[in-house]
Structures are given as structure tokens and as C-alpha cells.
T-cell receptor
Framework: AQKITQTQPGMFVQEKEAVTLDCTYD???????LFWYKQPSSGEMIFLIYQGSYDEQNATEGRYSLNFQKARKSANLVISASQLGDSAMYFCAMREGGYSTLTFGKGTMLLVSP | DGGITQSPKYLFRKEGQNVTLSCEQNLNHDAMYWYRQDPGQGLRLIYY???????QKGDIAEGYSVSREKKESFPLTVTSAQKNPTAFYLC????????????FGPGTRLTVL
């Protein structure tokens, strides 16, 4: 079974609208961390936001927020007020237990139109 | 500026040749990682290292080798045993005792002809 599932291969959103990118995960560990990265067409991976499994509040970083629903094992990324520069691939990733390695999903391509 | 450098950005090799991809970081991170990315796919872990002179295989280590002689450097060799080496290779580093977000280099696009 896949540890990280991103079911939306592509998403379209108009500039200034909000968009939600879905991510579900599978782990039996009690301690884990969830990450979102952005990959523009240049190829670099940019860290956006982190949510720890024990964090009671949803993580927020500027226009990015993480809708963490532990019981449903989902960690959706919400981008508010989309900008043209948000067009990129977005990857959800998980770190389990005491390991430092990340497992990545297959990504969602987001296109923001004027 | 602190960061991770990978060189070169683009690399072309003939089939059957070994090739080494460079990765250097000046973030003083203990851990370093190599990932492979194929078109339309996520990142897959090749090798990682949490301390100098020690490294572990990731999910797709066959056909690759690494070394970690210095904390700052983690070169990846793509050997002739790797059956399909054409891909985008990303190096990353992280601290071990914090949230552990990984910081990535700009990547090397390897094409084997």
C-alpha cells in the first residue's frame, strides 16, 4: 500500500481564489511528521509547511495552511489567494517514527490562471 | 549564503560509463540524501547518510554507490549496472534533532545516450 497518496494529478484555480490539494497517508506509528514541498518548473524543491502528529493546531505559514485530520489520516494543503507564481508541482511527504527519511507522494500539478 | 550545491546542472553520458554527481552543503547538517525523480513521479530515495563514513540504502539503491568522507559532501556515482539511469537527481540535507525538514539542491538532470 502507498504510504502517501495524492489523488489529484492536476488542479486548476483562478488567481486570488483558494485551492485545496489533497494528501492522505498510511502509517502505524504514533509519532510522525507531514511535509509539503513545492517544485517549480526549474526543478528545485521548496519546503512549504510542516505538521507534527502531536501538534494540536493546524500548521500555517503565510498563505499556506495544513488541514490536518488525524482520524482520517489526511493532511491537505490549503493555499489562499492563489498567485500566478503558485503554478508548480506540489508534493506531500511523511517522516515516520525516529527516521529522518521522507516518503513522497506522486504530486499534484497546480496551474493558476489569470 | 548557506545552501546546497549540485553540479553540473545537466550531464550527458554514454551508456556503460560510470558518472559521479556532486553534492555539497554548507548548512552544517548531519544528514544528507539522494533522490531520483522520473517524469510525472514523486521522489524516490536512493541513499542517505546520517554521519560521516556511514550511509544506508534507500528504496532504489541498486546500480548506485555513494561515499561520505566529509560532512559537507555526499557524491553519488551512477554505475553502468543501473539499467535506466536517465532521470533528475536531487540531493538534500537536514538536521537530525529538529523537525527535520529537508533542504534541497537545484538538481542534476542526467541523460544517458
Amino acid at each position: 500500500a502507498q504510504k502517501i497518496t495524492q489523488t489529484q494529478p492536476g488542479m486548476f484555480v483562478q488567481e486570488k481564489e483558494a485551492v485545496t490539494l489533497d494528501c492522505t497517508y498510511d502509517t502505524s506509528d504514533q509519532s510522525y511528521g507531514l511535509f509539503w514541498y513545492k517544485q517549480p518548473s526549474s526543478g528545485e524543491m521548496i519546503f512549504l509547511i510542516y505538521q507534527g502528529s502531536y501538534d494540536e493546531q493546524n500548521a500555517t505559514e503565510g498563505r499556506y495552511s495544513l488541514n490536518f485530520q488525524k482520524a482520517r489520516k489526511s493532511a491537505n494543503l490549503v493555499i489562499s489567494a492563489s498567485q500566478l507564481g503558485d503554478s508548480a508541482m506540489y508534493f506531500c511527504a511523511m517522516r515516520e517514527g525516529g527516521y529522518s527519511t521522507l516518503t513522497f507522494g506522486k504530486g499534484t500539478m497546480l496551474l493558476v490562471s489569470p | 549564503d548557506g545552501g546546497i550545491t549540485q553540479s553540473p546542472k545537466y550531464l550527458f553520458r554514454k551508456e556503460g560509463q560510470n558518472v559521479t554527481l556532486s553534492c555539497e552543503q554548507n548548512l552544517n547538517h548531519d544528514a544528507m540524501y539522494w533522490y531520483r525523480q522520473d517524469p510525472g513521479q514523486g521522489l524516490r530515495l536512493i541513499y542517505y547518510s546520517q554521519i560521516v563514513n556511514d550511509f544506508q540504502k534507500g528504496d532504489i539503491a541498486e546500480g548506485y554507490s555513494v561515499s561520505r568522507e566529509k560532512k559537507e559532501s555526499f557524491p553519488l556515482t551512477v554505475t553502468s549496472a543501473q539499467k535506466n539511469p536517465t532521470a533528475f537527481y536531487l540531493c538534500a540535507s537536514s538536521e537530525l534533532l529538529t523537525v527535520g525538514e529537508q533542504f534541497f539542491g537545484p538538481g542534476t538532470r542526467l541523460t544517458v545516450l
